[in-house]
């Protein structure tokens, strides 16, 4: 894949320009001080999906038609809107607020219970907010990148604010209701969401099996495509994809303007050269 290659390429190349600071200058924090640590905890999550989560999932999107595969995507999404919601209100976002609230009543009047993307099709702006992202334009520190065993990639704001959006996320409440109707009362509240998370987390590894397996592929370095497309994500998530601030105002993850271009795009050869001596 031509523009996966090329990311990775930018990607190392965007590594190499974090490094290349003024003599004498203080450069950027670095964003893996417990790398050492991380990379063990990758790669038994590597093994752990190799051996028990891919194979569920192939098997998973082998019985599991790919439009009830989106189905229950569309639905999680939708259960998450209430959260949303929330972290919009308190970044100071009130239309896209007031378009959450649209597109969860579209949802789940229209939409059998969120399963069917509605709003979407009636061209409902969509937000994707989180409470590490409320964190991070408040101001908190992002902090050292952090690999979760089984969970993946966080950092220790974004960290925190899952912990909080957890309790918070509508599943935890709107779950022990189907195990009632089921007469299965007494199942705590907790091990339930548990197993719809583990349950929307199956059906997202099926979505993108093949995705996954072509990165993985493609990669140089699989941990560092990871990372580094983590960072950026969430910091281009926290600023919205504008209003970029300067390296003294974002203490980690400066990405140069030059490598916000279209992944497609041509490559230097100085920039070719640069990537060979990393």
């Not at 409470?131 to 960290?159: A, C, H, I, K």
């Not at 990165?215 to 699989?222: G, M, Q, V």
Request: net charge negative; with cysteine.
């Amino acid at each position: 894949m031509k523009a996966l290659r090329s990311a990775i390429v930018l990607l190392g190349i965007c590594s190499i320009g974090l490094g290349c600071a003024t003599p004498g200058a203080p450069g950027p924090p670095d964003p893996d001080p417990w790398e050492r640590v991380n990379r063990k905890i990758f790669a038994f999550n590597e093994t752990v999906d190799e051996y028990a989560l891919e194979p569920a999932a192939t098997a998973w999107d082998f019985v599991v038609p790919e439009i009830a595969q989106t189905g229950l995507s569309n639905f999680f999404e939708n259960l998450r809107l209430p959260t949303v919601f929330v972290n919009d209100l308190l970044q100071g976002k009130p239309e896209a607020a007031a378009f959450d609230v649209v597109r969860l009543l579209s949802n789940s009047v229209f939409g059998l219970g969120g399963f069917i993307d509605v709003a979407t099709a009636f061209k409902i702006p969509e937000s994707d907010e989180d409470f590490g992202q409320t964190l991070g334009v408040w101001g908190v520190p992002s902090g050292p990148y952090l690999m979760v065993p089984l969970l993946g990639p966080y950092t220790v704001r974004s960290g925190a604010g899952q912990v909080i959006e957890a309790a918070a996320t509508s599943y935890a409440y709107f779950s022990p209701f189907w195990f009632d109707v089921a007469n299965l009362n007494g199942v705590e509240t907790f091990g339930a969401s548990v197993g719809m998370r583990a349950l929307e987390l199956l059906n997202l590894r099926a979505i993108y099996l093949e995705e996954l397996e072509a990165s993985r592929n493609d990669a140089f370095d699989y941990y560092v495509f990871i990372r580094n497309a983590y960072l950026q994500s969430r910091r281009a998530k926290v600023f919205d994809h504008k209003d970029r601030p300067s390296r003294a105002e974002d203490d980690l993850y400066y990405f140069e303007e030059e490598f916000d271009e279209d992944l497609d795009g041509e490559i230097s050869d100085e920039d070719e050269e640069d990537f060979d001596d990393y």
